[in-house]
T-cell receptor
Framework: AQSVTQLDSQVPVFEEAPVELRCNYSSSVSVYLFWYVQYPNQGLQLLLKYLSGSTLVESINGFEAEFNKSQTSFHLRKPSVHISDTAEYFCAVTCFPQGGSEKLVFGKGTKLTVNP | EAQVTQNPRYLITVTGKKLTVTCSQNMNHEYMSWYRQDPGLGLRQIYYSMNVEVTDKGDVPEGYKVSRKEKRNFPLILESPSPNQTSLYFC????????????FGNGTRLTVT
């Protein structure tokens, strides 16, 4: 079965420091990749997505993620975080297994806390 | 404004008392889905619907029912709630199955005593 692993459940960082939230998935077939962000008391919002083309994708608020097919990873990075980036981040992968229907699988989330 | 609306936001009930959580989207999306979010477990899919009158089980369907009589509405029904269904529930929709980004509601926090 497809799985998505977010290696860190919590990541504390100081403001203006760089951050990387790691995501690995288990699938040998084509995938679509997503990062969602959940601010306190809200639903999830799409942060960025990889469907095809350039392996580096960017969001409007400075986050970027790189699809690495050989390492089956889609790590999320930001060179300098703000207090307002404090949230929970979810990696999600759509897999297309042979003989089966497509399925979206979420990781368990990484709580990013940005401290002043 | 394009949105997914869930009601209620908070609900406290007792074991065995039937309840319905409503979900409505105004984006003409074909795909809708229900998730529950629990600490340490992330999001787990309960049921999903590809279109009107088409529903299917997700990963944790036991104890839940859904219906899709209209494109915009996808209610979640708990016929006989139990304490292990205490959770944060999210409804989501997308234009085309799971290859399109999901739009989420703001969640319903359910407590079953």
């Amino acid at each position: 079965a497809q799985s998505v692993t977010q290696l860190d459940s919590q990541v504390p960082v100081f403001e203006e420091a760089p951050v990387e939230l790691r995501c690995n998935y288990s699938s040998s077939v084509s995938v679509y990749l997503f990062w969602y962000v959940q601010y306190p008391n809200q639903g999830l919002q799409l942060l960025l997505k990889y469907l095809s083309g350039s392996t580096l994708v960017e969001s409007i608020n400075g986050f970027e993620a790189e699809f690495n097919k050989s390492q089956t990873s889609f790590h999320l990075r930001k060179p300098s975080v703000h207090i307002s980036d404090t949230a929970e981040y979810f990696c999600a992968v759509t897999c297309f297994p042979q003989g089966g229907s497509e399925k979206l699988v979420f990781g368990k989330g990484t709580k990013l806390t940005v401290n002043p | 404004e394009a949105q997914v609306t869930q009601n209620p936001r908070y609900l406290i009930t007792v074991t065995g008392k039937k309840l319905t959580v409503t979900c409505s989207q105004n984006m003409n999306h074909e795909y809708m889905s229900w998730y529950r979010q629990d600490p340490g477990l992330g999001l787990r899919q309960i049921y999903y619907s590809m279109n009107v009158e088409v529903t299917d089980k997700g990963d944790v369907p036991e104890g839940y029912k859904v219906s899709r009589k209209e494109k915009r509405n996808f209610p979640l029904i708990l016929e006989s709630p139990s304490p292990n269904q205490t959770s944060l529930y999210f409804c989501a929709s997308s234009l085309l199955t799971t290859s399109s980004p999901l739009h989420f509601g703001n969640g319903t926090r359910l407590t079953v005593t």
